[in-house]
């Protein structure tokens, strides 16, 4: 079956515009997943969403930083007013159920702030 | 903060030779996964082991974890110029075991 998508593949974009970045999980999956990976920082945990609610957003950077799950499926992480140390890849990833189960990750989105 | 650290940071070897790569952390966890990284884009998934494992087979893979030692390894045999890539280790704390924690990975270079 098909795997976890996420778009646009590559954004590029001026310092101060807002982005958004889509995720499409794998059809039934319940937890979704955001993730960054950036030069400096590693892989580093942002957020999850199990059905619609993201029990913890304690991972997000900043409060530039969003991100929503609509019909338990497709999410989109938003970042307003870009920065340059944004610019990193952002990793989305969905499990059957939310905690012990394999995380399948879709191909990332590279963000680029100029 | 990254719990995992992946040693060696990277291994270059000639094709056909076994490759391992050890993780360490520091908390207790649900379980270990580990991932593979091709030309820094998604992550594809390799093995799974649960704290209650100590090994673990998959193909050529082989994955061992000793919990007392918080560490893990993984062996990759007969190296195929394929299995070029980062290879990352992650962990499921026990609490919070959706907040995987990746280590810094290994960069595995198989020379022909």
């Known amino acids: 079956g098909a795997g976890v998508s996420q778009s646009p593949s590559n954004k590029v974009t001026e310092k101060g515009k807002d982005v958004e970045l889509r995720c499409d999980p794998i059809?039934?999956?319940?937890?979704l997943y955001w993730y960054r990976q950036s030069l400096g920082q590693g892989l580093e945990f942002l957020i999850y969403?199990?059905?619609?609610?993201?029990?913890?957003k304690s991972g997000l950077p900043s409060d530039r930083f969003s991100a929503e799950r609509t019909g338990g499926s497709v999410s989109t992480l938003t970042i307003q007013r870009t920065q340059q140390e944004d610019s990193a890849v952002y990793l989305c990833?969905?499990?059957?159920?939310?905690?012990?189960?394999?995380?399948?990750f879709g191909p990332g989105t590279r963000l680029t702030v100029l | 903060s990254q719990q995992g650290e992946e040693d060696p940071q990277a291994l270059s070897i000639q094709e056909g030779e076994n490759a391992t790569m050890n993780c360490s952390y520091k908390?207790?966890?649900?379980?270990l996964q580990w991932y593979r990284q091709n030309s820094g884009r998604g992550l594809v998934h390799l093995i799974l082991?649960?704290?209650?494992?100590r090994e673990k087979h998959s193909g050529r893979l082989r994955v061992t974890l000793d919990t007392s030692k918080k560490s893990s390894s993984l062996l990759i045999t007969a190296s195929r110029a394929a299995d070029t890539a980062s290879y990352f280790c992650?962990?499921?704390?026990?609490?919070?075991?959706?907040?995987?924690?990746f280590g810094q990975g290994t960069r595995l270079t198989i020379n022909p």
């Open positions: 082991i649960r704290s209650n494992e």
């Open positions: 992650a962990t499921a704390p026990i609490q919070g075991a959706q907040k995987l924690v």
């Open positions: 969403f199990q059905g619609n609610s993201a029990p913890d």
């Open positions: 908390t207790s966890i649900n379980n």
């Open positions: 059809s039934g999956h319940t937890a």
């Open positions: 990833a969905s499990s059957l159920r939310q905690g012990r189960d394999t995380q399948y």
